[in-house]
């Protein structure tokens, strides 16, 4: 009982178990009481016509008791009941019951023959009608000139009546068995064909927490599990898809650290060994440690807001904002950014520019994230162009540069965590941190995020936020 196989097999056994042999006893009795026994109390009657139509062919038997004793000797063989010839005066002329035979010449009593005698019709009392007996009585009057001479009494005990059952009964019971095996057999089949799927996604899950290679099953079997598969399946990508993302981190963060600190290692050992001397390579070394450690300023600031994110739901801090206003704030230090790499810088402004209720800082974390990526992959000499309008219900914010641009395929994964592009492409450098928190900040404000970009042609960020 302590496996799901056994308690399969018990819940398709038992109730067969229970119900078949109940069915047996049920199907037996009506077998023997309703049909069997109606229809051989039919067959007795036949019987007793037939012996009556022959007994109106020998008159004397009624007369004559040696002749009555023949004629009842002669017919035995051909009926399967005991008969008995009655005078009407009630004595036994003749029998082949043996108990019987000392009374011959006697008179006997007979249920139903006085009224056989009054009516002159045929008196039927079938199996277990008659109390003390469970034998089945025909009793057939024999009329002469409108006038009842003797009785015909055909009698088939219950006795002789269930020598014939048995091979009814056997073959009865015999199909039943041969039922509850086949539920047995069926039983088995289905407990261990849904006990192997079981067996094997439980195997899986123990390799999966024991960090062997994770695996993919086979969705087969009933919708339950196949459902059950199916969320294996996810749940076994996701794993993988964590895996994979955990060791981009890992070597973006050996990447992004050990290049900054290598930067700053060589200054500080130039400046160890005499760099101070001279006022403008230190002032040189000095505004490059500065520049790395801001970088990594904003690799941490990276890093604490996905970890923010990983703890719950972005909680943002709305007000009401004036549009043109916020975007004039927040693109300004990225304007003198552009400017410094000899970018041309495109601000275009729609004059009814609305007051949203945001959270300026995150929502300026966002748009500095997109134009950020923007200024870094676009090549000396290119034009960044920011435009903000109003469609419809929706304010639509678009940042479009002149850059590489993005091939198809990898438009679908610049959004996941970690994800960096080819070398030879748009994102070859950072965390990949930038677009995931930007998707996830615009996300929080109700809004979305798109992307239109062909390689060679550069790339067009859209946000749109309702408003």
């Avoid at 099953?217 to 598969?229: I, T």
């Avoid at 000499?381 to 590489?404: E, H, M, R």
Wanted: charged share 20%; glycine share 8%; hydrophobic share 45%.
């Amino acid at each position: 009982m302590h496996k799901l196989r056994t308690r399969l097999i018990l819940s398709h056994i038992l109730p067969l178990l229970v119900v078949l042999p109940i069915i047996g006893v049920v199907l037996t009795y009506l077998l023997e009481t309703q049909v069997l026994l109606a229809g051989l109390a039919n067959e007795l009657e036949r019987q007793a016509l037939l012996v009556a139509e022959l007994a109106d062919n020998y008159p004397l038997i009624w007369t004559d008791p040696f002749q009555a004793q023949e004629f009842a000797t002669r017919v035995d063989p051909y009926i399967s009941a005991q008969m008995t010839l009655i005078t009407a005066d009630g004595l036994l002329l003749a029998t082949t019951n043996p108990e019987e035979q000392p009374n011959i010449g006697r008179a006997i009593t007979v249920p139903g023959f006085a009224e056989v005698l009054r009516t002159g019709a045929i008196l039927r009392i079938d199996y277990g009608e008659q109390r003390g007996t469970g034998a089945a009585d025909i009793l057939v009057p024999v009329i002469l000139s409108n006038r009842v001479i003797g009785v015909i009494r055909l009698t088939d005990p219950l006795s002789s009546l269930y020598e014939r059952f048995p091979r009814a009964r056997t073959l009865i019971f015999s199909v039943l068995a041969v039922g509850l095996l086949i539920g047995l057999a069926v039983g088995l089949y289905l407990a261990f064909d849904l006990e192997r799927p079981i067996t094997r996604s439980t195997e899986a899950i123990v390799r999966m927490t024991q960090g062997q290679r994770l695996e993919q099953l086979a969705e087969q079997g009933p919708s339950e599990y196949r459902l059950l598969v199916r969320a294996f399946n996810a749940l076994s990508t996701q794993l993988q898809s964590l895996e994979k993302a955990r060791l981009r981190l890992l070597a973006n963060l050996v990447h992004e650290i050990g290049r900054p600190l290598g930067a700053l290692r060589s200054a500080i050992q130039a400046l160890a060994a005499g760099a101070t001397e001279d006022t403008t390579l230190r002032e040189e070394l000095l505004n490059g440690m500065e520049a790395e450690v801001t970088r990594m300023r904003h690799l941490l600031d990276d890093l604490t807001q996905l970890y923010g994110q990983a703890l719950g739901p972005l909680e943002l801090d709305r007000s009401p904002t004036a549009i043109s206003l916020w975007l004039n704030q927040t693109l300004s230090p990225w304007r003198e950014a552009a400017l410094g790499k000899d970018l041309r810088w495109e601000v275009l402004l729609a004059p009814n520019l609305p007051t949203l209720a945001i959270d300026p800082d995150r929502l300026a974390q966002a748009l500095g994230n997109i134009v950020s990526n923007a200024i870094k992959y676009t090549p000396p000499g290119g034009t960044i162009t920011i435009s903000a309008v109003v469609s419809a219900d929706t304010l639509q914010i678009a940042v479009q540069d002149s850059g590489p641009g993005i091939a198809s395929e990898e438009q679908l994964r610049i959004f996941e965590p970690f994800y960096r592009g080819p070398t030879s492409r748009r994102f070859p450098q950072g965390m990949g941190l930038g677009l995931t928190i930007a998707r996830d900040l615009i996300t929080a404000h109700n809004g979305r995020i798109e992307v239109e970009s062909m390689p060679g042609n550069g790339s067009c960020f859209r946000i749109l936020l309702p408003l």
